[in-house]
């Protein structure tokens, strides 16, 4: 039967505000936790056959087979089986970081999850919430695997590390010279990188340009931009003291709404829900030019315009941006949660994470994996021989910025792309919306 619970709060850095999430579990009653292993790292040495469920979400890096990108140097999945004869993996991927989200705290429960199960750093915050329900998977001689900032976003309350980093998203500009030569605009990647570094008004003059010589959007959604943007604001959703959301009265907030919507009206925005068919056609048809572009999106861009011609530019309006990054965690319920940490340990591990990037730019959160050759010499031919690590490293250390993200960003955030997608629909204007928004936002409590 279905239950609904609140559980305790466990987070790391914050002070857990007063609402609780519902979590709709799948089975009645509670198990004990597993002990982690302590051989997480040292290979698998049972004989007995496991079968691992893993569920991860959009492109990883894993296995191109199942995530549906272009050709990957690398079969992370084929590589662990064949390490380890005894285990098969089956692997699940969502189509959005939205899908697994409700489907992780729709099953978090006995039984309801895969034996690894992915999140995003946006929704780690209410999963840190029942972080007695994901296994404890702290072992020191992994120490130093991930960035440490990483490793205390994961780290409850009681000091439990339940998440192993995966990657990082520092962000560029991607373009479609094609589409820029049309325009008049400059192709080359250091021309382009001039043009666009400034503050976001330098962004949104050039987009005017490329809009009025070609009578197209300049990049995909208002929504798609308004991520580089909020994420350069250091609490913009809610007091990082209190976890109470200011959205609302953060002075802010509006003026990102204001600057993305007047550049709706001006038509700089294609209107292309990111992830719909629509969105990944018009990529490949030109239907809009440049995109905020983190080092995982590389394979998005690869996967869905595979006769574009994209490059890079190194550069972000108004410095510096990071756009997502996940983990991996271990539902504490599972049947086989040791063998799941040892899966997800190695997964996570420096080698394959330098190993992710190559597949499909996931910037490693590993400091070892960042500095390794492997990264730092990486072109992605796709791009015209990008230097992808070269660049991706630069901007890495350009984010000066990591806004705080309690326990309500997910759900504002997602209010504040629905009010920005009805201007761009046109369904509402943007003072209508922004009273839409309002109300949504005090709803959430």
């Known amino acids: 039967m279905n239950v609904s619970l609140s559980r305790r709060k466990t987070t790391f850095g914050f002070a857990a505000g007063a609402a609780t999430l519902a979590i709709a579990l799948a089975g009645c009653g509670s198990s004990s936790e597993p002990e982690s292993s302590n051989?997480?790292?040292?290979?698998?040495?049972?004989?007995?056959?496991?079968?691992?469920?893993l569920a991860t979400f959009n492109q990883f890096g894993y296995s191109a087979e199942s995530e549906g990108g272009a050709d990957y140097a690398y079969d992370l999945i084929a590589e662990y089986e064949e390490l380890h004869p005894n285990v098969t993996i089956v692997y699940n991927?969502?189509?959005?970081?939205?899908?697994?989200?409700?489907?992780?705290?729709t099953k978090l429960g006995p039984g309801g999850l895969a034996d690894v199960e992915a999140i995003e750093v946006d929704w780690l915050p209410e999963a840190m919430q029942y972080s007695d329900m994901l296994a404890d998977l702290t072992n020191p001689e992994l120490d130093g695997n991930w960035l440490d900032w990483k490793v205390q976003a994961a780290t409850d309350a009681d000091g439990r590390l339940i998440a192993y980093g995966t990657d990082i998203g520092p962000e560029a500009i991607c373009y479609n010279v094609d589409a820029f030569e049309a325009a008049g605009l400059p192709t080359d990647p250091a021309e382009v990188a001039s043009a666009i570094d400034g503050d976001w008004s330098k962004f949104f003059d050039l987009g005017q340009q490329y809009t009025d010589a070609t009578g197209k959007g300049f990049y995909e959604e208002n929504a798609a931009v308004l991520q580089g943007m909020i994420g350069q604001l250091e609490a913009p959703y809610e007091d990082p003291a209190t976890d109470e959301i200011v959205a609302l009265d953060n002075p802010d907030v509006k003026a990102v709404y204001d600057q993305l919507t007047a550049a709706s009206e001006s038509g700089l925005s294609a209107g292309l829900q990111q992830w719909g068919d629509d969105w990944a056609?018009?990529?490949?048809?030109?239907?809009?030019?440049?995109?905020?572009c983190p080092a995982w999106f590389l394979g998005v861009i690869e996967g869905n315009a595979p006769d574009g011609?994209?490059?890079?530019?190194?550069?972000?309006?108004?410095?510096?941006?990071?756009w997502g990054g996940s983990y991996l965690t271990v539902p504490a319920s599972g049947a086989n949660v040791e063998a799941a940490t040892e899966f997800a340990a190695w997964l996570t591990a420096p080698e394959q994470q330098a190993k992710a990037f190559e597949n499909v730019g996931a910037f490693p959160s590993s400091p070892d994996a960042a500095a390794s050759d492997a990264v730092q010499s990486y072109t992605r031919a796709f791009f015209n021989d990008a230097p992808a690590g070269e660049i991706y490293a630069e901007r890495a250390a350009a984010v000066a910025v990591s806004p705080y993200k309690g326990s309500h960003y997910f759900q504002v955030n997602d209010a504040m792309v629905n009010a920005l997608r009805r201007v761009d629909e046109g369904t509402m204007n943007a003072a209508d919306s922004w009273a839409q928004f309002e109300a949504d936002v005090q709803a959430i409590g």
Not at 93 to 105: G, Y
């Open 281 to 292: 056609a018009g990529m490949a048809n030109g239907d809009y030019a440049v995109t905020l």
């Open 309 to 322: 011609n994209w490059d890079i530019a190194n550069a972000f309006p108004n410095g510096g941006g990071n």
């Open 39 to 53: 051989s997480a790292a040292a290979g698998g040495s049972g004989d007995e056959p496991v079968t691992l469920t």
């Open 93 to 105: 991927v969502a189509d959005t970081s939205n899908t697994a989200r409700e489907n992780f705290f």
